[in-house]
């Protein structure tokens, strides 16, 4: 099982459905409207914030590709 997917099986339904939704819109590439934010350091890399859930993505030329979803902690960002 990939850690993405192990993260959001730890999620209570509510958070998950949320994040599922988020995930969907990305893929899509309707990013309007999203608290959405790009990364210091990173050319292509994004992070939309949910509550307390991150979801890191890189977009470019061949796509986009979700890189991780997690908890914002001090290390969310490392």
Same mark, same amino acid.
């Given at each position: 099982?990939?850690?993405?997917? +192990?993260?959001?099986?730890?999620?209570?339904?509510?958070?998950?459905?949320?994040?599922?939704?988020?995930?969907?819109?990305?893929?899509?590439?309707?990013?309007?409207?999203?608290?959405? !934010? +790009?990364?210091?350091?990173?050319?292509?890399? @994004? !992070?939309?914030?949910?509550? !307390?859930?991150?979801? +890191?993505?890189?977009?470019?030329?061949?796509?986009?590709?979700?890189?991780?979803?997690?908890?914002?902690?001090?290390?969310? @960002? +490392?």
């Amino acid at each position: 099982m990939h850690r993405i997917d +192990k993260f959001l099986a730890r999620l209570d339904a509510g958070q998950r459905k949320r994040a599922l939704a988020i995930v969907e819109r990305i893929e899509r590439g309707a990013l309007s409207g999203l608290d959405l !934010r +790009k990364l210091a350091g990173a050319s292509d890399t @994004y !992070r939309v914030r949910v509550g !307390r859930v991150r979801i +890191k993505f890189s977009m470019d030329a061949s796509g986009i590709r979700i890189l991780d979803i997690s908890l914002r902690s001090e290390n969310t @960002y +490392k």
